[in-house]
């Protein structure tokens, strides 16, 4: 059995559709022989559930994750344990005494109680700069399932490469530029509407470009998912910039990403959009390979 936990400087991340890396364990007899840390590779659309069923996971702990993204999973046959925090080894270790309890769909934003936390516990607030190119969650909930995506090609899983670009030809995701395909299954969920559809009817060798309006990618920017707090109100946040991203806390201590859209001496702005909420996306797709 293979365990996967989301991994950040030894402690569980606390964004699934975000993580850059995991940590995983080999299991027998439960008991952990070998554990690596591997790297998402910067896998776009969601695809992070294609990433894990890729290296045999059986298992995933995590700590927020979206409803969308727990069917994803659930469709690649991954069993999901969320709401972990702390060491990932401690958590392993935890889930094999059957110690662990899954929290289930972990990741919203309504807006309530904003409060702003690292997940080491040793600042109010936490801050990242990620370049996870195309990917990471659409407002904290990773592409949901697809509904009304037909084609030959869906529940099936799909090797395809591809090239990303905005309307005025600037690339911002390609994994030709990575060397390794993109692996998941076509209309489960795991990738944006947009992209399902239109590798859901395609041929292996077959290469087509779309082109998506922000309805069938990430979705249109939504003004009131951009709010101003004060910043004594926010402890930890007078030392975040403008462009950088943070993890809040609603009041039920659910956590999900926000932006530093503008700052001044007393307050500051933040907008819980996806970051590619409102734009038009270009894509190149070739289908490499169907399973």
């Known amino acids: 059995m293979k365990i996967a936990v989301t991994y950040d400087n030894g402690e569980v ?3 699934f559709g975000r993580t850059q890396f995991f940590k995983i364990y080999e299991v027998e007899d439960q008991k952990i022989l070998s554990s690596e840390v591997v790297d998402s590779n910067g896998q776009g659309h969601g695809a992070l559930a294609g990433v894990l069923a890729g290296y045999g996971v059986d298992v995933l702990i995590c700590g927020g994750i979206g409803g969308g993204a727990q069917e994803a999973l659930s469709n690649a046959g991954i069993e999901i344990c969320a709401g972990a925090e702390g060491n990932t080894d401690a958590v392993a270790e935890a889930y094999l005494k059957g110690e662990l309890e899954n929290a289930g769909v ?4 309504h807006g309530e109680g904003h409060s702003c936390g690292h997940h080491d516990g040793d600042h109010d607030c936490g801050h990242h700069e990620e370049d996870g190119g195309c990917g990471g969650c659409s407002g904290c909930g990773e592409a949901s399932a697809v ?4 084609g030959k090609n869906v529940g099936r899983k799909l090797k395809v490469h591809y090239r990303g670009t905005f309307n005025d030809g600037t690339q911002f995701d390609s994994s030709y530029d990575r060397g390794q395909p993109l692996e998941f299954v076509c209309g489960a969920g795991m990738m944006i509407r947009g992209f399902d559809a239109a590798v859901a009817d395609m041929e292996v060798g077959q290469i087509v470009d779309v082109h998506l309006m922000p309805e069938e990618a990430y979705g249109v920017h939504d003004p009131r998912a951009v709010f101003r707090i004060e910043i004594a109100q926010l402890p930890g946040s007078e030392n975040l910039n403008v462009g950088e991203q943070v ?13 530093v859209t503008a700052r001044n001496e007393k307050t500051i702005t933040l907008d819980a959009n996806h970051e590619m909420a ?5 894509f190149r797709i070739e289908l490499v390979e169907v399973q």
């Open 13 to 15: 991340f606390q964004h």
């Open 106 to 109: 972990t990741c919203d934003h």
């Open 147 to 150: 509904p009304g995506i037909e």
């Open 247 to 259: 993890y809040l806390s609603n009041s039920r201590g659910q956590q999900f990403p926000v932006t």
């Open 278 to 282: 409102g734009k038009e996306l270009n």
